[in-house]
């Protein structure tokens, strides 16, 4: 197990355009990192500096104690499943999950051992000595995770090896990939564009945007205090809903529309503009203590079988709201809904800083108390 | 009923390369078949009907046979050479440096010389008092050669000239093949270790098989169809060393006006061209990797 930290990484091309500013996080030894972002955020590039196919333009990276900027790839003894499998088209499997150890001269009894170890555990077995063409994606993104694992390698980096497979295999290799990993104690690293991923396989995740950290905790506090609107909006299905807010002596004007009486008033008063958002799951149809009415007409209804997901405008804004259930709504239907005061979150409107968290989310249910 | 109208619609599209072909290629090759069954009048019209004994003629014609060995050999020489160099020079080219651009121009640059204009290039080049070579040569102190008109040494001399002119296509080809190479496979082989060798070992002459085959078999198929450097360097001499087939097919139909016999060794070097292609396909179909 090993440990990767970046002190004031920076990555820039050609001397001009930076695509990394000034990147601080420890990886801790034996943890699931993951690096989410949207496409363009940094995040594949942050991930080749780890392994060594980027220079770093400035700052350190160390592995363990040792600092490794200059360090190449195979010294780094790590291990990386790309987007794209890399697998050689003209071996077999077998000969393409032993290729590193090929080039690593291991004797060839061990290279055999390990091939069949790593195939059992990956069910590959039966498949050693076909082509990868002659394989299905599961089987190739196998035999990508096989590659990888047979090193021995303390450090595994992904980029985005699910994205090239179906919804429902990636399911299932999402929960495979976390089993795995656990199993064999080792450092992932891995950068996914997909919020879901994020959410269910990291001990950690690090939101990058524009080549700039937003947030990095754990997946469910950057749910329930995302610590500015871009996190707010990227993490969670359908999105937090967003709206900037002007504050006056009678309250928050959502789009010069919708008023909010100011329960806060003190607090903010040096903000005039805040942006202040809601989660889908918070507005109901109920109506609560402390909970503004919301007049509304239904742009779009999603009927999921579980929960109902309703669409409507909020000034130039669209917002959602899911409603657990089904419901036989219309598009165009007038409805009130109802916005909890403590399910609000408050952003600077400038600085993006999180003002106030909502006060809902966080009291997280046991089985004792049911 | 539909299917007739298809092939109808199917021939009509097919027309104007059908009317090309047939105009360029296969009546020729019909009528050079035709013609090497018989002998010839001064305008090239069949004569007398002879039968296998044009065919057998050759066989027998030390002349000929001394050709077939030259043409052999110039294939030995320039084929394999050819690619190697090619290659080196497209490995190169492809790798990430400053001003590669400038080389990858140069290198492929012949490609765009006529063989007319590289052969004059290199006969004053090979010239016995006032050629590079021999200046070279004597600044070293070794003897002279007399490159065109050495026997021993004008197979060579023209075979080191095809060589650089088939370089630049060769180049250009291989240089595409390897910018065809998923990087993500080097990468890969990068963090697995791999040392260059055994990265161009492994992946980059495996993945580069199908090019380098249909560069051999370009490659092959010209020199065995070698024509214009020899008439500009050494007119099928000295004492026919340089007598390749293609240059004795126009020196016998063209200059003796025997079309019949000229016809024979067209269709011996077509069967001979046929055969060799053949033989490589199948032997490149057990190694070369399709993707």
């Known amino acids: ?370 | 009923m539909k299917q007739l109208t298809h092939m109808r619609s199917a021939l009509l599209y097919l027309l104007p390369s059908l009317i090309l072909f047939t105009v360029f290629i296969f009546y020729p090759m019909f009528r050079t078949l035709y013609l090497s069954f018989f002998l010839t009048d001064a305008k090239g019209n069949a004569s007398v009907a002879v039968g296998l004994d044009n065919y057998i003629h050759l066989f027998t014609s030390s002349q000929f046979l001394n050709s077939m060995k030259a043409t052999l050999l110039f294939v030995l020489y320039t084929v394999p050479l050819g690619i190697v160099i090619a290659l080196f020079l497209a490995l190169l080219a492809n790798e990430k440096l400053k001003g590669i651009g400038f080389f990858r121009t140069i290198f492929s640059s012949t490609m765009g010389v006529s063989v007319a204009a590289s052969s004059v290039i290199w006969l004053f080049l090979f010239h016995p008092s006032i050629g590079m070579f021999n200046h070279v040569l004597q600044l070293l102190h070794l003897p002279q050669v007399q490159w065109l008109v050495d026997p021993d040494w004008a197979l060579l001399s023209v075979a080191i000239t095809t060589i650089w002119m088939n370089t630049g296509f060769s180049f250009l080809i291989i240089l595409g093949g390897l910018q065809n190479i998923d990087q993500t496979l080097y990468e890969s082989a990068q963090i697995d270790g791999a040392n260059y060798w055994y990265r161009l070992r492994r992946i980059t002459i495996p993945m580069l098989s199908p090019t380098l085959f249909f560069i051999s078999t370009i490659s092959l198929i010209n020199a065995f169809q070698t024509f214009g450097q020899i008439d500009i360097l050494t007119k099928g001499g000295p004492t026919q060393a340089t007598n390749l087939i293609v240059y004795s097919i126009y020196r016998e139909a063209f200059v003796n006006y025997q079309f019949g016999t000229a016809s024979a060794q067209a269709v011996i070097l077509f069967v001979i061209v046929l055969f060799v292609t053949i033989l490589q396909f199948k032997l490149g179909e057990k190694k070369v990797h399709y993707q």
């Open chain 1, 1 to 370: 197990m090993k440990q990767v930290s970046l002190n004031n990484v920076v990555k820039t091309y050609d001397k001009q355009t930076t695509v990394l500013h000034n990147i601080n996080v420890t990886i801790e030894a034996g943890e699931f990192f993951v690096l989410v972002g949207p496409s363009g955020c940094g995040k594949s590039t942050m991930l080749r500096m780890i392994a060594g196919l980027e220079d770093i333009t400035a700052g350190e990276m160390y592995i363990d104690e040792q600092v490794v900027n200059d360090l190449p790839p195979v010294k780094r003894e790590l291990s990386m499943v790309f987007q794209n499998y890399a697998l050689y088209p003209h071996l077999t499997v077998a000969q393409n999950i032993s290729f590193g150890l090929h080039a690593k001269k291991m004797s060839k009894a061990t290279i055999q051992q390990r091939v069949e170890d790593v195939a059992k555990t990956l069910q590959l077995t039966a498949y050693l000595t076909r082509k990868p063409r002659e394989l299905s994606g599961g089987q190739r993104q196998r035999v990508a995770l096989a590659r990888a694992i047979v090193s021995d390698a303390k450090i595994c980096l992904m980029d985005e090896p699910l994205s090239n497979l179906d919804a429902k295999l990636r399911t299932h290799m999402r929960a495979e990939i976390k089993q795995l990993q656990r199993k064999l104690g080792i450092t992932m690293i891995y950068v996914t564009h997909d919020q879901i991923e994020a959410m269910t396989m990291g001990d950690r995740i690090m939101i990058l945007h524009e080549g700039e950290i937003q947030q990095i905790g754990k997946p469910i506090d950057i749910y329930n205090y995302p610590a500015n609107p871009f996190v707010a909006t990227f993490i969670g299905s359908p999105p937090m809903n967003i709206a900037p807010a002007t504050i006056r002596a009678d309250g928050f004007f959502i789009d010069e529309q919708f008023i909010l009486p100011n329960e806060m008033n003190e607090r903010f008063t040096k903000h005039h503009t805040l942006v202040m958002g809601i989660r889908p799951e918070h507005i109901t149809h109920i109506k609560t203590k402390n909970a503004h009415p919301l007049p509304i007409t239904l742009r779009n209804i999603e009927l999921l079988g579980t929960e109902t997901i309703i669409s409507f405008a909020v000034g130039t804004h669209t917002w959602h709201a899911r409603m657990p259930g089904q419901w036989a709504l219309d598009v165009g239907q007038h409805l009130t809904v109802y916005l909890p005061s403590d399910a609000f979150y408050y952003y600077d409107a400038q600085t993006g800083e999180l003002l106030k968290k909502a006060t809902i989310v966080g009291h997280f249910e046991r089985l004792g108390d049911l």
